[in-house]
């Protein structure tokens, strides 16, 4: 695309009001057109055309549904990489708006939209300034955050953060009010492990207990007995979640089911933490059975790794939300035990993840994220292009004092 603004004269926040419009129908298109996890043929075509329409990025596909641009300054300098995810969640959207999902079943509920639209507009605006730039900005725009193994890790490992500097990424987030902007330098987001566990009793009668081993009466204490990991074996300053979230057991109601079973999820930040979780619900897996004599099957998988920010890139971008939407909108942001595959790039370089308020009490725009009437106040996504542009700028300027 073409655009008419004049960069050189425009600070940040003019660039973005500037872009405003465009970025907001990117949204909407992407809105209207969501799509799963793994599968985001359009969505990374429709990225890829909007970008090849702007003079002065390289382009590329690393994975079938990703798309990479690389903007090179006209002087050599520091490699900032910024990312955006792409995919949607399998919702039935409920919201009644002229941009609602033609896709039924698959639904934007989550941001993501939003998020590829903010990266798209500061590419645009990045890519006419290029003659002042010292270094190089990396737009990632990421296939599948939604769905372990997350295509994080298959870019990095395709070499997209190879040489970067550092990584940051956002999250459109409906707990802040919009307005705010939510920094926060060590642990954001959790790790979102795992598990499933079937209880093996010996099924019967439900007239005759007596000759059964009850598998739901079993796992039921098992459930129970797992909140003491949070309550009593973890200290209280640290934070853990476990949840059960599915528990499967019989056929009919007088049969005894010969086994349940139990999936759900553990969420930790902290590495040491994470690894001890597993051995304190395995101790309370194996008695519970062994004192009832029935058996089990215990398997974990670990998921992504926690988002823990870097203190320096944080500081930084401390810095940028103050430049380009004032003092008054940063807050430090409360960390969440949801997860997020951005983790995957801070294992190559230092990054820093961060919240873009979109909650709006007073136009209703209250819905938490995966909820089939999520939305975003859309004067988030302003916010959002000027804190990526600004931060290149002030990246590739070198000028990264705190
Ligand atoms: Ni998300």
């Known amino acids: 695309m073409t655009t008419s603004l004049h960069p050189h004269d425009l600070s940040p926040a003019q660039a973005a009001a500037r872009i405003r419009d465009t970025v907001i129908g990117w949204r909407r298109y992407l809105h209207r057109h969501p799509e799963l996890s793994f599968h985001e ?4 075509q429709f990225v890829y055309d909007a970008l090849a329409e702007v003079d002065g990025l390289e382009l590329s596909r690393p994975t079938a549904t ?8 006209d002087h050599p300098g520091p490699v900032l ?7 949607a ?24 939209d939003g998020h590829t639209a903010m990266l798209l507009g500061a590419a645009t605006v990045l890519a006419g300034l290029r003659d002042r730039l010292h270094g190089e900005v990396r737009f990632i725009f990421q296939h599948a955050e939604e769905l372990y193994p997350g295509g994080a890790q298959e870019l990095v490992d395709a070499g997209v953060v190879d040489g970067v ?10 707990p802040m009010p919009i307005g705010q902007v939510g920094v926060r330098a060590g642990a954001l987001m959790a790790s979102p ?3 499933r566990l079937v209880v093996i009793g010996a099924g019967g009668h439900a007239a005759a207990p007596h000759e059964t081993v009850d598998s739901i009466a079993v796992a039921a204490q098992i459930v129970t007995n797992l909140q003491h990991i949070v309550a009593r074996n973890v200290d209280p300053l640290d934070h853990v979640v476990v949840s059960v979230t599915r528990f499967i057991a019989g056929t009919a109601d007088n049969v005894i089911p010969g086994s349940a079973e139990l999936t759900g999820t553990v969420r930790t930040f902290d590495a040491a933490l994470r690894a001890r979780v597993p051995q304190l619900m395995e101790r309370i897996v194996r008695g519970i059975t062994e004192a009832h004599g029935a058996r089990y099957e215990l398997t974990f998988e670990r998921s992504y790794r926690p ?9 930084f971008l401390r810095r940028v939300v103050e430049r ?5 909108a940063l807050v430090e942001a409360r960390p969440t035990m949801g997860g997020e595959d951005f983790s995957a790039y801070q294992q190559r370089a230092p990054g820093s993840f961060f919240f873009i308020g979109a909650r709006n009490e007073e136009r209703g725009i209250v819905h938490p994220h995966h909820h089939e009437r999520f939305d975003i106040d859309e004067r988030a996504l302003e916010t959002g292009v000027a804190i990526f542009i600004g931060a290149a700028l002030d990246f590739l300027r070198g000028d990264r004092t705190p």
Not at 165 to 174: E, K, P, T
Not at 324 to 328: C, E, H, I, K, L
């Open 41 to 44: 043929e359009r969505t990374a």
């Open 66 to 73: 990703s798309v990479v641009a690389r903007l090179r300054g």
């Open 81 to 87: 990489a910024m990312r955006a995810d792409m995919d």
């Open 89 to 112: 969640l399998p919702i039935l959207e409920k919201n009644e708006v002229d941009y609602a999902s033609e896709n039924p079943g698959v639904m934007h509920a989550c941001g993501h």
């Open 165 to 174: 500097d550092a990584v940051i990424g956002a999250h459109l987030w409906l």
């Open 193 to 195: 492990d795992v598990f």
């Open 307 to 315: 988002v823990v920010n870097d203190e320096a890139v944080s500081a």
């Open 324 to 328: 380009t939407v004032g003092r008054d």
